[in-house]
């Protein structure tokens, strides 16, 4: 994870100084070992399922690489299915995968397909005329 952080740390807060303009004293750390986050309320399943009941327009897509270590190929898919036991929103999931680990853009032939995979989706998701009523 060392040599990641060596990787991707400079360039992100070149970025974010130099590109972005914007001024900190708080360095940008792409891991930094604090693990406190508070997960009481962490329930993204009944989230996604309770916004698509209330949005039938809601379509979802969801990208995971093989080899990912962080949030896993197989935790994602069950997610998405816990999310819809009954079966009855699968038309509106899309599910890729592709032959990476978590930065699915680091390998180009990933980098381009996945790419490919969004705008299909945004092109496939909108039909006009259908919007959500509230």
Avoid at 55 to 64: A, E, I, M, R
Avoid at 70 to 87: C, E, H, I, N, R
Avoid at 92 to 104: E, L, P, V
Wanted: hydrophobic share 35%.
């Amino acid at each position: 994870l060392t040599a990641w952080m060596h990787a991707f740390t400079p360039p992100i807060n070149h970025y974010i100084k130099n590109v972005l303009k914007f001024e900190t004293d708080v360095p940008y750390k792409v891991l930094n070992g604090l693990g406190y986050w508070d997960r009481r309320n962490d329930n993204v399943r009944e989230n996604l399922r309770k916004a698509m009941a209330q949005n039938p327009y809601l379509k979802v897509l969801v990208q995971s690489g093989y080899f990912d270590g962080a949030t896993t190929y197989f935790q994602a898919k069950q997610t998405m299915w816990l999310v819809d036991p009954s079966g009855k929103l699968k038309d509106r999931f899309t599910f890729k995968g592709y032959h990476s680990g978590h930065m699915m853009y680091l390998r180009n032939e990933d980098l381009k397909t996945a790419n490919d995979d969004i705008r299909a989706f945004i092109k496939n998701s909108y039909k006009p005329g259908n919007v959500a009523k509230y």
